[in-house]
DNA sequence: CTGAAAGCGCTAACAT
DNA sequence: ATGTTAGCGCTTTCAG
């Protein structure tokens, strides 16, 4: 059996109240009490139990986070980030997968509840007002990560989209390009979309370069590689004379670099691509990718940050937070042939 | 707020034993009082305080799971799988990602012990004694996970590795290689390398090949693409008439590829490569990846069933599981030219 | 500085 | 079928 605050008591020769004084303010016990104290608690491998101490406390020390899809390397950086400040803080975390499935993002809402974590970490996905009125109705503190919500009141923090975008497209444009097409998400809940958008139309605009008869080439694709690959298919079918294409995520500028490679164009030579987060894998690719770095392992971090400002203070002080982006320069992009 | 169990009383008129009939045994209550019961608890959100319980039933209904490396995409289908199966059995999932740091690793079992997990599932590390003691002294019942000990009398599920080896090799040898090298795991703790390294030899020996003859083209690289492009250039320094390599992880294959990409010497016309584990980036990479498939999702979703046997019997019924690996032929390996 | 006792929210006897 | 009550292990007054 798991000792309890008892079992040390009796060893240690002194009464409950004493141990759990050592166990939260070990200096008002008098030294020769503490000593007998620790000594049994190492004996025993006390810890004391942490339900009895979250009755108590109200608290689980517990931070959940919402993450549409493990599959995803994207993710492998913030978590690693959020468990860091975790471990920093004196936080456990709870990841939970939703696949994109908002049935199941519903029910780890209601997971999180019950085991009553302290806050939550809501990734990339949009606060539809659904999943805003369980979190209130629960009274759970929330930070957007990678996201944000125009609608409601929830701090987040993310990269500056509609200006990551923008530098991407203008260093296509740099390049000599001129028919650059972009691929972006085909999900109309996706919150990084539009600014992504707004980013490359306004670098085509400030490049002379006339946007609107470029519109057609703006293709969508569902997150995966298989799909940007179809997308490819689709995009290079109606614009053969595309030189250069902008992809909002790194697995859409596999998913494209492969496509073009199936047909014998070779990229950066003929084609350049460009893609988004650079994700581990987008600097072993062949070619390897040329992208926009976001911050994942900061962001991770910081969002704990913020959501233990939250909850210990009831505020955060930026409401809306932006990491800074960056571009690498790689080898799948490259001035026009 | 947080609603509790009196809330929902006194809203509903009963009594609080009563409001927890309907919350445990709803056919004990008569279905007018459940009635009301249940729509108060619908009024007020009502979800019993898992602290509550779990000091009752000794029991969080959270496991616990131990990955190396969360960057490594091998443990997304791992996790996706072990969720599913938690979701199935009622547990909530705790992952922590040690970053193959035993400190980390031992501070996170106590993590898991203050929280209560019901159990862990211990994934891809060896079991050092230092660990199994830790878990013996806290009695937290364990299933290993693409991984066993042979000291210890632990559950575990896994591949089944020397099979699996043999069986990319001999395809290898099958296609007219002779000169084959392997690039494995450059890890002391490493408990799949044994094992592949077995499988390796005896299908070179089933194959009329010497194997001895062929030791020194066995190299060892550290998880990631980067050591292995090292490790292959290693290889080809001192062996430039290898014509095929079997890498023991995809990432593996991967790094070979990149160096040889680099030194202008094409896969699969010149050299051949396969990997292991078919990670979802094995179908995308360029050329994409001759492999052997783990069953990731299986293997995770397995383990938690396992885990809640040992947890609800005490025991389970195979003490040490395989579960079925796969060539999956793509493009990476062809006949030797 | 230390011990006794109340009570966190819930379940499970035990009565009725 | 339902209410009353005694804890689960811990922290925290409140006395001393």
Do not use: W
Not at 40 to 45: D, F, I, K, P, Y
Not at 256 to 276: H, N
Not at 325 to 337: D, F, N, Y
Request: with cysteine; aromatic share 8%.
């Amino acid at each position: 059996m798991k000792a309890t605050i008892r079992d040390v008591a009796k060893l240690a020769g002194v009464s409950i109240s004493t141990v759990s004084r050592v166990m939260n303010s070990p200096q008002s016990v008098i030294e020769s009490k503490r000593r007998k104290v620790l000594e049994a608690v190492e004996q025993l491998s006390y810890q004391p139990n942490s339900f009895a101490r979250g009755l108590i406390y109200r608290k689980s020390f517990t931070l959940g986070l919402l993450i549409p899809d493990i599959e995803n390397m994207y993710y492998a950086g913030i978590i690693r980030g959020m468990q860091e400040a975790c471990n920093k803080l004196g936080y456990s975390l709870m990841i939970c997968n939703t696949d994109r499935d908002s049935a199941r993002l519903l029910s780890y809402i209601d997971t999180f509840h019950e085991k009553q974590v302290d806050g939550i970490v809501f990734a990339s996905d949009r606060m539809s007002p659904e999943y805003y009125d369980k979190l209130s109705a629960y009274r759970i503190p929330v930070v957007m990560l990678s996201s944000h919500s125009d609608e409601f009141e929830i701090p987040s923090i993310e990269v500056d989209d509609e200006a990551a975008a923008y530098d991407a497209v203008k260093y296509l444009i740099g390049l000599g390009h001129q028919k650059i097409a972009m691929m972006g998400f085909n999900d109309v809940n996706s919150v990084s979309g539009p600014p992504r958008l707004k980013g490359y139309l306004r670098a085509l605009s400030d490049g002379g370069i006339d946007a609107s008869s470029l519109l057609g080439r703006v293709k969508h694709a569902a997150h995966y590689f298989e799909h940007a690959y179809e997308a490819a298919h689709e995009l290079f079918m109606e614009y053969p004379d595309t030189t250069a294409v902008f992809c909002v995520a790194d697995e859409f500028a596999m998913g494209t670099i492969s496509y073009l490679k199936d047909q014998g164009v070779s990229v950066p030579e003929q084609v350049s691509v460009i893609g988004f987060d650079n994700i581990r894998m987008a600097g072993i690719y062949i070619p390897k990718l040329t992208t926009i770095a976001q911050p994942t392992f900061e962001l991770g971090y910081r969002s704990a940050e913020k959501l233990h400002e939250l909850i210990t203070t009831g505020q955060t002080e930026i409401m809306r937070e932006k990491l800074l982006h960056k571009l690498i320069i790689r080898e799948s992009a490259g001035t026009v042939s």
